[in-house]
DNA sequence: GATGAATGAGTGTTCATTCAT
DNA sequence: TATGAATGAACACTCATTCAT
C-alpha cells in the first residue's frame, strides 16, 4: 500500500522524475487527471509536494511530460523489425498484435491510451501529439501488413483504410478493458492471450463455416429473393 | 437595459431533471466528471446552480443518475427483438450491430460507454451497475446470435467467450473514437456505417483469400511480385 | 479589535464589493499588497475568503480596484473650486493645502499615496494611472495658483516647474508620516494642521529675517569674495 | 555544454555578506520585502540560496541588518562637520542638502529611507530604529543650524519643531520620487541639484514678492492686471 | 419552487528554511 | 564552507454545497 519508505531528504536528483513521471502515470490512469492530486503523485514517488515542483513546473506540464515520455521512447525501431519479417502476413498479424500486448499492452505505457480516451477533449494538443507519435504508426504497420498480405495474394483485397481497425479495435479494447471496467467485472475474465488468439483466429478465416455446399442454410424462412 | 428581460430559456417545469441529465451527460463525456462544473451543468440546462440540488443532492447523484437513466430504458425490448428473428445468423449479426449504432452509438447515449470508460475506477459501483446493466446483456446478445449460428452450422465452432469480443471491441472503439481522439485527429475519418460494413465483412469471412488449394501456404518468404 | 459582528450569510451584494474595498486598502496600506492575505481582507469586511473573490477575480484587481476606486471620484470638481476663487494667491494656497487635507489627507484615501510610494515598482502600470489621475493634476493645480500670484505680482518670479514640488513635497511627508514612520516615533508629534501653517508660513514668508540694514551677518569670518 | 564552466561570479570571502546586504537593498528597495524572495538576493550576490542563511539566520534578519549595515557607518561624523561650519546659517542650510544629497541621496543608502515608509508598519522595531538613529540625528541637525540662524539674528523667529520639516519634507519627497513614482511618470523629470536650489530658495526667502509698501496686500480679489 | 450570494474545505503553487553532501 | 535538493507551512484561488430571499 505505501510506497517504499526512503529515508527523508534523499538526494537523488536523477532519479526524481522517472519516480515522478511514473507515479502519475499510475495515478492520472486510474483517477484521471483532474481527480489526481499532486501530492498523492509526490507520496507514490516518495518526496514531498514541494519536490514535484521542483521537476515539473504545473500539473498540466507533469501530464504532458508523463505522455510524452511514456510514449517517446518505445515506437523506434517498430517499423524496422517487421521489414526483415520473414514468415506469412498471417504470422506477422499474430506476431505484431501479441508482441505488441508483451510490450506495451501489458505494461504500464498502456495505460497512457487510457489516459488518451479520457482526457483527449481536455487536451486536444496533446492528443494530437498522441495522434502522430502512437496512432498513425501503429495504423501504418498494420496498414503494410496487411498491405503485404494483399499484395501476396495471402489475403484477399480488402479496404485498408477500415481493416487497420479488424486489428486495432480488439487492442484498444483490451486496454480498456484492463484499465476501466475489467476490474468491476468479477464474473468475466479475459486472459489476454487467448483473447488475442482469438481475435486473430476471427479476423483470419472469419466466423463462417467453410460452405462446401450452397445448402448450409439456418433455420426459419429462406432470405427473400 | 433591456427592458422585462425574458428569461434566456423558458423550460416546462416538469422537464427540469431530464435537461439537467442531458446537460450533465454532455458535460461529463466531454471534460471528465472532476473537470465539469455542476454550475456549468445547470447553465446548459437553463438553470441556475441551486436548482441543480433541488433534483439531484449531489454531483456524484447526478452522475449516478445520469448513467443509470441513460442506460435504464433502452435495453428493455432488446432481446426480444431478436428471439422472432427470422434469417442468416449473419443478418443478424449485421442488424444487431447497425440497429445497435443508429439506436445507441449515433446518439448521445453512447457517451455513457466512454464516460464508464473514463471513471470506472473513481466509481465501481457504477462500473458494476454498468457490467450487469449494459455490458453483460450485450454480451449475452451476442454470444445468443453466435451460438445460433455454431447450432446451426452456419458458423464454425468458436470459443464464445471471446468471440463475442469481435464484435463487441469494434462498437466499442468506434465510440471511443467518435468521443475522444477522433476529433483530435483531422487526417482520419471513420464513416460509421463503412467501418461497421467492414468489420462485419473481416469477421465473417476472414481476411484470408480462399484458398485453392486446401494447403496453408507455407512459411518462408512470400512468392516474389 | 473584531469587525462588527453580522449574521452569517447575509445577502448584501451592494454593499460588499465597498466593504472589501475599504477593508483592502486598509490593510494593504498597512502591511504592503504582498504581505497582506486575503483572507484576511475578506475577515475585515465580515465575509469568507470566497466571496471576495465573487467580486475580484485576483488579488491584483483587487489592488487595482482599491487605487481606482479611491482615487476614482475625488478629483472632479478639484480645479473649478478654484477658478471662482476670489482672495489673494497666498489664500489660495492655504485654501488648496488645508482643504486638500482635510478632505483627503486625513482621510483613508490618503493610503493611497502611502500605497503607490511603496509598491509603484511593482505595479508600474497602476502607478503611471495614479501619475496622470492624481498626481498631475495636483501639481498642476498648484502650478496654476503659483502662476496666478506671478502674474499679479504677489509672488516673485519663480520656476514653476519646481516650485510646485514646495507645497506637493511637505503634504506628500505628511502623508507618509502619518501612514508609516509617524507611529513608530513615539517622541515627536506632528500636528497636521501646525505643521501645515509651518509649511505655509515659511513657503511664503522664507526663513530669512527681513533685513533692514545689510549689516546682519553671522558670526564667524564673513564669506569670502 | 560549455567545458570547465567557471562559477560566474568569483567572489572574495570575506566580501559575501556585504555583497549580500547590497543586493538585498537593492532588490527590498524596488519589490518591498515581501515581494523580494532570498533566492533572488542570493543571486544577485553571486552566491548559492543557502549560503544566504549562512551569514543571515532569517530573511527578517537580513532585511534588519541590511537597515542597520546601511545607516550604521554614515552618521558618525556628521555633525561633527557643522560644529566648526564657518559661514551664514543660509549657506550651512544649503551645504547640508546638498551634500546629504550627494552623499546620501544620492546612493543607494537612500533606499533605506523608501524601504522604511513601505515597511515601517511591518518592522516597527525597525522604524523605530531608525528615527532613533537616522531621522531624529538629521533633525537635530537641522534644528541646529536653523537655532544657529535664529540666535544670530540671521533668521527670523521659528517654530523649529516644526520648521526643520520644511528641509526634511523636501529632501525625503526627492527620495521617494527617485524611488517609486518618478520612474513611472515620463513626463516629468526632476534633476535633484534644480530641485534642491529652488527648494532651498523658496524656504530662505518664500515666494512673496518682496512689498514695496511695508503694508501686507490686504485681502480682496486681485489687481486686475 | 427557484435563485444566486455566501461559504469553506480542498487544491495547485510558492518560497523561506533545512540539511545531506 | 558552500551548495542546491528537499521540505512543508502558507497562501491564492476554486467550486460543490447551503440557505436567505
Redesign the interface.
Known amino acids: 500500500m505505501e510506497p517504499a519508505a526512503r529515508p527523508k531528504r534523499e538526494r537523488r536528483k536523477e532519479a526524481r522524475p522517472g519516480e515522478l513521471l511514473e507515479a502519475a502515470l499510475d495515478l492520472f490512469v486510474?483517477?484521471?487527471?483532474?481527480?489526481t492530486r499532486v501530492e498523492e503523485v509526490a507520496a507514490h514517488a516518495g518526496v514531498s509536494k514541494g519536490t514535484l515542483f521542483l521537476y515539473f513546473p504545473s500539473k498540466e506540464e507533469l501530464f504532458k511530460a508523463v505522455v510524452r515520455d511514456t510514449i517517446g521512447n518505445r515506437l523506434v525501431e517498430w517499423n524496422s523489425e517487421f521489414e526483415s519479417f520473414?514468415?506469412?502476413?498471417?504470422?506477422m498479424l499474430r506476431h505484431a498484435m501479441t508482441a505488441w500486448w508483451d510490450r506495451v499492452g501489458a505494461t504500464k505505457a498502456s495505460g497512457i491510451t487510457?489516459l488518451?480516451?479520457?482526457?483527449?477533449?481536455?487536451f486536444?494538443e496533446i492528443?494530437?501529439f498522441?495522434?502522430q507519435e502512437v496512432?498513425?504508426p501503429g495504423?501504418e504497420l498494420i496498414r503494410s501488413i496487411?498491405a503485404?498480405?494483399v499484395a501476396?495474394?495471402?489475403?484477399?483485397p480488402?479496404?485498408l483504410d477500415?481493416?487497420v481497425?479488424?486489428v486495432?479495435?480488439?487492442m484498444?479494447?483490451?486496454i480498456?478493458w484492463k484499465?476501466?471496467?475489467g476490474?468491476?467485472?468479477p464474473?468475466?475474465t479475459?486472459d489476454p492471450h487467448?483473447?488475442i488468439d482469438?481475435?486473430i483466429d476471427?479476423?483470419?478465416?472469419?466466423?463462417?463455416?467453410?460452405s462446401p455446399s450452397p445448402a448450409?442454410?439456418?433455420?426459419?424462412?429462406p432470405?427473400k429473393k
Chains 1, 2, 3, 4 share one sequence.
Open positions: 486510474e483517477k484521471g487527471f483532474a481527480a520473414s514468415g506469412t502476413s498471417a504470422e487510457k488518451m480516451m479520457s482526457e483527449a477533449g481536455n486536444p492528443a494530437q498522441y495522434q496512432m498513425r495504423r496487411l503485404r498480405g501476396t495474394g495471402e489475403f484477399r480488402l479496404n477500415y481493416a481497425f479488424s486495432i479495435a480488439p484498444n479494447f483490451l480498456m484499465h476501466s471496467i476490474p468491476c467485472a464474473d468475466v479475459i487467448t483473447y482469438s481475435q476471427v479476423m483470419l478465416h472469419g466466423v463462417l463455416a467453410p448450409a442454410r439456418p433455420p426459419g424462412p432470405p
